[in-house]
Each structure stands twice: as structure tokens, then as C-alpha cells.
């Protein structure tokens, strides 16, 4: 009596499985839903006003594993203004064949202004271009 | 100071000198009490009261930096009283300071930062508004303040104060208002304004050149030695992805104590100038064209192997720098004499400097000093500090030169004699000094000087009689005097004099000219009458070990030297040069003559960096060499004190070291010998063998200090003591020209550093106020200099510094070169000035 019991409960799993809507998502065709709290690649965040919130402190790249970042600042003139205060990042480089995605550039940002936001598709046909510079990273403007 | 006194600092036993502070003290013992303010080459001025500590006996706390340690001291530095001090004084300083550390060029070598992580607060209690100051005053050319994250330490202030002794900086306003800045409307232009950057504890102060380039924990760091002038400052190189970013200074007693010029400090942006040559390159169809270091090799041994073979090797010359490290000189030296010819020489207008007597810290100890044609500010910085320091320990300066130097207010007596009887002068003050204590010069100097009496020496100098006896008295009279003669002095026969004075006196001699590394270049024997060790060529042990070394015959005949060199080549005598680092074209006092020997030259090979106006005019092949910071190597200082440079980064394209491009140009020419090294440390260690008194240098990782100073004995000319007498007097105008070099604009090196340019004064011409209504010249206004070979259209600058009769011209200011005016050893030229009419566009 039992087993017959089991028995139907596992042929009622399977039915219902019949009846469902398939998990798989028919990528590329079908976009996959990505979590909030997902870590896809960098991206580089600006004030309401477009300037860029990076200042070039260097410590995503002190804190990044694998020395996938790298950074060079410059100061700010008057004619050419990229952040907030005197300090801007001239060069802003991720690469992303080195980068695990753990997210500590994220967490050691004292501006919020790198994110690892929800791009995942990241394949290149080159090495070279697996190097995201500053402009590749930062967010639109507006 | 001797006795040494026992106390005991938390609870250990510490025996340090007398006259220590407890804060040294306790440093000695290992144990560490926070300071901000507190700096070993600064007075103790107890200003950021981190230090205080507790003493028993001694009622409330006590600082620690300002207190001198006593017999039976007990100290605690760890108790909370203590502590709660610290965390007190540290919030107290982080109320206004903004925490701006991620953009502050300060952080990771920070000593606010480092403080707050060990003993102060974690959080915060303040909320209140910081309070809002000043940011990103630009202070100078080489410095930038940020008041607000300023801790009021005073260290830059107190620099001013007690090693520049110029205040240039000072605390205005009061309480939590206090802030540093300059006087109103002035310029923090110090030669030395750099240094007050590496004495900031915080992030107050940055480097313009430096700003924002890396942060503290990107960067390595080598220990080097600063190959810009002849002091050869200790200094740290620090760089990051193959760029050198920074340089500062480093620890150094016996040299630069740890201070650095701004030319040392800001002067190293030639590494990355555009200019630099990448390639080497060689003459096709009249056009210096791009070529591989193969083909230039070939075409280089092909133009000297087919001079030598139709010349012979003595058609062959080889032309040096100043600004060669010693083991490109001294393969230069070997390359020549193996190849089989003497005409080998790095002088172009200045003389061999003597060796050195004395050291570094006997110029700053010196009771007495004569400063002979020589003004340090311009030519070795560091220096003025040292003069500085022995006139503030009571020493006396005596200064013997044709212009009002800013070392004058220290002077004890200041000589303008007339230009060329600066030699007249010396011979002045030996005949007194023979006069006045018979048998105290040598023989054939007694001979020499005998004609000149007092009267006469006055007349022909125009230097008052009893001013020069007062200084034959001074230098008598001590034993820790010291006669420091500068780059004015270039002519042989008045360094003969100068050193003759030497030893009458029992002074000791300390001398630079113009170049970085004249004394090693000179050691190495890159001089057409010397070998290696500046033994004479007749020195027939010294010649046989450089065989054995070399394994190659010698050519022990004189050479021609650099001013014998072109009329030889003119006529046709010489017929292929090669040049290292010089550029003859601009450097050389006969440029006309210069400029037709080297149309004549059959071919003419350059190792530079940029291409200069020799190599574009009449090089056939330019290699591009390394620049300091790209290449090891050893500098001989100006007092003797030998120093190893350090290459933080790759040459640039494809340049070389200039030691192996030497050696690649020896291969090609298939010079005798072996000429297979490693590296510069391999070459070193042959010079170790071949001279004696680099016996024993080797290269010391850490960027040490050996001690190269030698007895010279071998007489400074070979041509025996003549009466002196006033110059030899060319030109047909009616002022007599002066020359020297300006820090900011010094060399070729300079002009493509982006961090000094601007700083050296547009061209000008010094003139004296009163020859300047004369001749109608107002200030700023454009004259023109005519002397013997050309004119220079340059800015007046009416001066009394500039003696009357005289006209002061910077030597290569603005690539306008002043040897087109003719200035030349042992000549006195007489130029036209005239004002030029001001054009109306």
C-alpha cells in the first residue's frame, strides 16, 4: 500500500513537471534574467551632474587578486574636467581575462564608483581586447 | 658631548651621548614615540605635542623631542596618560584634517595616517563643519600646498629657517586659522623648494611633478645617485611600469644629507621627452635616416676602418663628456688607446679638475673657506647649503668671483678682481705669502711669483692691498680651511696656481667645473697626456699593467686635446671623430673653427640621447644612448666620493647604455682586447683593477659611499709655473664678457626636462646698472651681444651683481649658445652691447 502510495507521489512530480514551463532559456534568442546582486563586468559610475565618480585612489587595483586593474591618475584643470576635487583617473584599465569577479574593487570603493554591473558576455576574439579601458567602462552619460 | 649618560625608558636601560633627546634616545632603544613635528636635521621645536611622554620626577607630561636626556631618567612612553594624550592629540588633528586619503599623493606614507591606525580613535566624535582652508596653492614651480590637510608641524618652515636661511615660508594668522603660505604675492622659488615635500609628514605639501601619478604602495624604488651635477646627491629613484615618476632624496651624510636641488628632484622628465632618439640613425643621401643598430655598427666600422687605413690610427679622435659615467669613459679611454691613438679628450673650454682634498663634511665644518670662481648655487647646489652651514658654525667665507653671488651676505671678504687677473690674485697672495715666511712655496714658484709685489697685484686686479693680505692671513691661519674653486676657473696654469696656493697654505682643495662627472671622467683618463688613474703616459709600470689588463699594445704618445683638436682636422690631419654625449657645435669656444674642421672630417660617429646640432649637422652615424635612470654606473663626485647609479627603467626604443654601446663600437672596429661585459658592474671591476685608487670599489647595492680621493702627484700641466699675468685680451668692444651656468638651463639634459623648464630665466645678459645708462639699456629691453664669432640677441638685465666693465652671459641659456661669443679658457673677451630698437610688432 505504501509503495503504490510513493508511487504516485512520484508520477504526480512528474506529471506536474509535464504541465510546467521549460527552465531552459532559449539564449541568445531569449535574454536570461539577471539577479541584482549578480557580478557581471565593471562599470564605471558618474554623478548626477556626468562627472565621473572614479578619483584614480588606486585601491580597487591594491585590493583586486589578480591585478586586473589598473590605474593612472592626473589632476584636473579647469579646461578639462573629469571628476569631482583635483584627482581623475587618466587611465582605468580591467582585464578581463584576469578578473574573478569577486567583487572586492566593488567593496573597497570609496566613491561607488566601480560596480560590477549585470554585462556577462565577455568572450573577445583577442587578448588585447579582453583590456576594458575607461571609456569602454564608464557608464553612459545621462 | 663625549660623556654618555644611562636612563631608562620603559623600564630598559639606555646609554646614549649626552645632549640626546629622549625621543632620539628612545629611538636608539628601539622603542617608538610618535612625532610629527620632530625631524633628526631640524631643531627640536615641540610643536605637535604627539611626543609628550611621561618622566618621573618631572610634574604633568613632557615632549619628549624637546627634552634632553639626563643621568637617572626614567621615561614611560606607553602608559594611559600617555596613550590618552595620543588619542586626544590625534582627533584633536582629524577634526579639520578633510579624510581625503584616497586622493592624497600622502597616503601609504603618511605619518598622520600611520598614527591614527596605531594609537588614535576609530571613529570619530566630531560632526561639526571641517573648517575650510586653501587647496591646491600653488606654492612655486615645484611645490603644491593643500592647507587644509596642513598639521601645522612647521617642518617646511623651519627648513627655510635653519637650512635655507631664507624664509621663504612662513605661519600666518592664529589658532585654527594658522596656515602656511608664502609671503603675499611671492613665489616659493628656492632652489631647494622640493625638499620641503620629503619633509611634509602629511599630504600637505606634493611634488607638481609627481602629483597624482601613482600612489605610494605602486611605486618601486632603487637607491641611486643623481648624475645632473658634480656633488653626485644620494637620492632614491622611484617608478612604476617602466616610467620613472619620482626621485628623493636619501640619507647621505657624507654627501647630500638627504636634501635634494630642484634640478635633482624635478629634472628627471628627459627619460620620457618625445626627442629622445629611439633609433639609431645614419646618413643616407645627405639625410640622417632610421637604421638597425647592425647597420650602424657597420657603417660606423666601415667610415673608421677606412680612415685608419689609409691614415693610420692617429687620424682617429675621441671626444668624451663631462656627463659620461665612468665606465663609458673609461672603455672610451681604452677604446682610443687600444685602437692605437691619443687624441682622446672631454674638455671643451673648462680644465681637468684637480682631485679633491677634502670631503663633503670638511666643507661643512670648514673654519675657513675661499670660494675661487665659483658660484655653488648655479653649479652644485647642495653646496651653498654646506657653505651656509660652516659660516653658521662660525667658519669665514672669502669669495673670489666676478659677480655679487647670493652667498655674498655670509662673506667675510668678497674679491672682484678684473676679469682674467683672477690668477694674478692667487700669485698676489703667494708672493706674500713667500714675503712674509721665506721658504714657504716650492722652488720653481718662488721663481714664478717673485716679480709681483703687493702694489702691483693691486693695481692689476683692482682688489684693495690690505683685503688680500686679510685673506693670505685667514687661510694661513687655519687648519681646517679649505680653497673651493667653481667652473669660472678654466684655464690649467690658474688651477696650477690655485693648487700651489693649496699647498702653501696647507688649505685643501675641493673643485667642480660645469659637468656632472668631470672628476671621474678625468680619473678615467680620458684625457689626451694621461692614462687611466691620470698617470702620466711616460709611466712605464702603469702603462705595462694596462697591457697585461687590456691584453693589447698601448699608444702611449700624447694625443691632441680637444683645442689642438680642429685645426688638425681642418687640415686634414684628423680625419674621423667620434663623440660621446658632447656637443662640440655648441660647447667648444671657437665654434666657426669647430663647425669647418667638422665639414672637413671624413666621418664623425655620436652616442647621444637627442639629437643635437653636431649630429645634425655632421654626424654620418647617431646612436642613441640611455639616459641617467635607464643605466648603471658609477659618478666620481666632486670630492672624490664615488657613487653607483642605478637604471629603474628600460632604455627607451632601442637605446643602449652608453658603456656598451662603447664596447658594441669596440666589437665592430675589431679593437684589440676583450670587450665582452656582462654589465656595468663588470666594467667597474676592471677599473678597480686598472686604477689604483678605485682599487677595492665595487658595486654596493645599496648605492654606498667609496671614498676615491687620492694624493695627486703628478704636476696639474705639464708646462713648468710662468710669471702670471693678467689674460690674454680678444675682442674689440668695451665689455668684458663673463660666463657660467645657470642650474635651471644647465645642459641639454635640462632643457627636455619638463619639471625644470621655465624655471632658468629667458636669455638675458647681466649688465651693470651704470654701463647700462651708458650704453642706454633699460631693463628687460633686447640687446645685442657682439663678440667673436656672432651676435646674441638677448634679454638686458640690469644688475649690480654684475661687476662694472662686465657683461654676465649664462652659458648655453635657451640653446643660445654663448660660445658663439668667444668665450674661451685663459681669455679675457671684450663684447659690443648695444640696445636693439624695439620693433613695433
Not at chain 2, 651683481?801 to 648655453?812: H, L, R, S
Request: glycine share 10%; hydrophobic share 40%.
Amino acid at each position: 500500500m505504501d509503495a503504490i502510495f510513493q508511487m504516485v507521489r512520484g508520477l504526480w512530480v512528474t506529471c506536474k513537471r509535464l504541465v510546467w514551463r521549460p527552465v531552459t532559456v532559449q539564449y541568445p534568442e531569449q535574454r536570461p534574467q539577471i539577479y541584482p546582486r549578480f557580478r557581471g563586468r565593471h562599470v564605471l559610475g558618474r554623478h548626477e551632474d556626468g562627472l565621473e565618480k572614479c578619483v584614480a585612489c588606486g585601491l580597487c587595483a591594491a585590493a583586486c587578486p589578480t591585478g586586473a586593474i589598473y590605474v593612472e591618475g592626473a589632476e584636473n584643470t579647469e579646461a578639462e574636467r573629469y571628476s569631482h576635487g583635483e584627482r581623475y583617473a587618466r587611465l582605468y584599465q580591467v582585464n578581463l581575462l584576469r578578473c574573478i569577479f569577486c567583487g572586492f574593487c566593488q567593496e573597497v570603493c570609496p566613491t561607488g564608483a566601480v560596480t560590477l554591473g549585470s554585462e556577462f558576455e565577455l568572450a573577445r576574439y583577442s587578448r588585447a581586447d579582453a583590456i576594458l579601458c575607461k571609456e569602454q567602462l564608464l557608464a553612459p552619460k545621462g | 658631548m663625549d660623556q654618555s649618560v644611562t636612563l631608562k625608558i620603559d623600564g630598559r636601560d639606555v646609554t646614549v651621548p649626552a645632549g640626546t633627546t629622549v625621543l632620539e634616545a628612545a629611538r636608539m632603544a628601539g622603542i617608538e614615540i610618535p612625532s610629527l613635528c620632530n625631524h633628526a636635521r631640524l631643531l627640536p621645536a615641540g610643536l605637535c605635542r604627539l611626543c609628550l611622554v611621561e618622566i618621573e620626577k618631572v610634574r604633568g607630561l613632557q615632549p619628549a623631542c624637546a627634552s634632553i636626556v639626563r643621568e637617572g631618567m626614567v621615561v614611560h612612553t606607553d602608559t594611559p596618560a600617555v596613550q590618552h594624550n595620543r588619542r586626544m592629540v590625534l582627533e584633536l588633528l582629524c577634526t579639520n584634517h578633510p579624510l581625503d586619503c584616497p586622493v592624497c599623493d600622502a597616503a601609504g606614507d603618511c605619518r598622520l595616517q600611520d598614527y591614527v591606525f596605531r594609537y588614535g580613535r576609530t571613529t570619530s566624535r566630531f560632526v561639526e563643519e571641517k573648517r575650510r582652508k586653501g587647496k591646491a596653492i600653488r606654492l612655486g614651480p615645484a611645490v603644491i600646498l593643500d592647507q587644509e590637510r596642513c598639521v601645522l608641524c612647521q617642518r617646511c618652515v623651519r627648513f627655510c629657517e635653519e637650512v635655507l636661511d631664507d624664509r621663504q615660508l612662513a605661519v600666518f594668522q592664529r589658532g585654527a586659522s594658522s596656515r602656511i603660505s608664502t609671503m603675499p604675492g611671492a613665489v616659493f622659488d628656492s632652489r631647494f623648494s622640493g625638499n620641503v615635500v620629503d619633509l611634509c609628514p602629511v599630504g600637505a605639501l606634493t611634488d607638481r611633478t609627481f602629483r597624482f601619478k601613482a600612489r605610494n604602495w605602486e611605486l618601486t624604488g632603487l637607491p641611486s645617485v643623481c648624475a645632473l651635477c658634480p656633488v653626485g646627491c644620494r637620492m632614491t629613484e622611484e617608478g612604476r611600469e617602466g616610467r620613472l615618476l619620482r626621485v628623493r632624496g636619501r640619507e647621505a651624510p657624507e654627501v647630500n644629507d638627504g636634501w635634494l636641488c630642484d634640478l635633482g628632484r624635478t629634472g628627471y622628465g628627459f627619460t620620457e621627452h618625445p626627442n629622445r632618439l629611439r633609433h639609431p640613425l645614419v646618413r643616407r643621401d645627405g639625410h640622417l635616416e632610421p637604421a638597425s643598430w647592425d647597420e650602424a655598427l657597420t657603417a660606423l666600422a666601415r667610415g673608421f676602418g677606412a680612415v685608419i687605413e689609409k691614415a693610420g690610427p692617429r687620424a682617429v679622435a675621441v671626444l668624451g663628456s663631462p656627463r659620461l659615467t665612468n665606465e663609458t669613459a673609461y672603455l672610451l679611454t681604452r677604446l682610443a688607446r687600444a685602437l692605437g691613438t691619443g687624441n682622446v679628450d672631454y674638455r671643451l673650454g673648462t680644465a681637468a679638475p684637480a682631485p679633491a682634498q677634502a670631503t663633503l663634511s670638511d666643507l661643512r665644518q670648514a673654519e675657513v673657506i675661499l670660494l675661487f670662481q665659483g658660484d655653488p648655487s648655479e653649479e652644485a647646489p647642495i653646496l651653498e647649503l654646506w657653505v651656509k652651514q660652516a659660516v653658521k658654525r662660525g667658519g669665514r667665507l672669502y669669495i673670489v668671483h666676478p659677480r655679487t653671488l647670493a652667498l655674498e651676505r655670509y662673506a667675510t671678504g668678497a674679491y672682484r678682481p678684473r676679469p682674467g687677473s683672477e690668477a694674478v690674485l692667487i700669485a698676489g697672495i703667494l708672493s706674500m705669502l713667500e714675503q712674509g715666511k721665506p721658504g714657504s712655496l716650492p722652488l720653481e714658484w718662488r721663481e714664478a711669483v717673485s716679480g709681483l709685489g703687493p702694489t702691483q697685484v693691486a693695481s692689476l686686479t683692482g682688489c684693495d692691498r690690505e683685503a688680500i693680505r686679510l685673506l693670505a692671513e685667514a687661510l694661513v691661519g687655519s687648519p681646517r680651511a679649505i680653497i673651493a674653486y667653481g667652473a669660472g676657473l678654466r684655464d690649467e696654469q690658474t688651477l696650477a696656481l690655485v693648487a700651489a696656493l693649496a699647498k702653501a697654505t696647507g688649505a685643501r682643495l675641493l673643485g667642480w667645473d660645469g659637468g656632472p662627472n668631470s672628476r671621474g671622467v678625468a680619473d678615467m683618463g680620458l684625457l689626451p697626456d694621461r692614462l687611466p688613474g691620470r698617470a702620466p703616459l711616460a709611466d712605464a709600470a702603469a702603462t705595462a699593467a694596462l697591457e697585461r689588463l687590456w691584453q693589447a699594445p698601448l699608444s702611449c704618445q700624447p694625443g691632441l686635446s680637444a683645442t689642438e683638436l680642429w685645426p688638425e682636422m681642418r687640415r686634414g690631419e684628423v680625419r674621423a671623430l667620434y663623440v660621446a654625449g658632447a656637443d662640440p657645435v655648441t660647447q667648444a669656444p671657437n665654434p666657426q673653427l669647430v663647425e669647418e674642421a667638422l665639414a672637413h672630417a671624413t666621418f664623425v660617429a655620436m652616442q647621444e640621447a637627442f639629437l643635437t646640432p653636431t649630429a645634425e649637422r655632421f654626424a654620418h652615424v647617431v646612436l642613441p644612448a640611455a639616459v641617467p635612470g635607464e643605466e648603471d654606473g658609477s659618478l666620481t663626485n666632486l670630492a672624490g666620493g664615488v657613487g653607483w647609479q642605478r637604471a629603474l627603467i628600460a632604455p627607451l626604443g632601442e637605446a643602449r647604455p652608453s658603456w656598451r654601446i662603447v664596447a658594441d663600437v669596440a666589437k665592430a672596429l675589431a679593437a684589440p682586447g676583450a670587450w665582452e661585459y656582462a654589465d656595468a658592474a663588470q666594467v667597474l671591476a676592471e677599473i678597480a683593477q686598472a686604477i689604483p685608487a678605485y682599487a677595492g670599489v665595487e658595486v654596493v647595492t645599496t648605492g654606498g659611499y667609496f671614498d676615491a680621493r687620492y694624493e695627486y702627484e703628478y704636476a696639474l700641466t705639464d708646462q713648468p709655473p710662468a710669471a702670471p699675468a693678467p689674460a690674454r685680451v680678444a675682442g674689440t668692444g668695451d665689455l668684458a664678457l663673463t660666463t657660467g651656468p645657470v642650474l635651471f638651463d644647465r645642459d641639454i639634459m635640462a632643457r627636455h626636462a619638463p619639471g625644470v623648464v621655465g624655471r632658468a630665466a629667458e636669455a638675458f645678459a647681466a649688465i651693470h646698472p651704470e654701463d647700462a645708462e651708458r650704453l642706454g639699456i633699460t631693463d628687460g629691453a633686447p640687446i645685442e651681444v657682439r663678440g667673436l664669432f656672432g651676435a646674441l640677441t638677448l634679454k638686458a638685465r640690469v644688475s649690480g651683481a654684475c661687476a662694472q666693465g662686465t657683461v654676465f652671459v649664462p652659458e648655453e641659456l635657451s640653446e643660445l649658445s654663448v660660445n658663439r661669443l668667444g668665450a674661451q679658457p685663459g681669455v679675457v673677451v671684450m663684447v659690443e652691447v648695444k640696445p636693439l630698437a624695439v620693433r613695433p610688432d
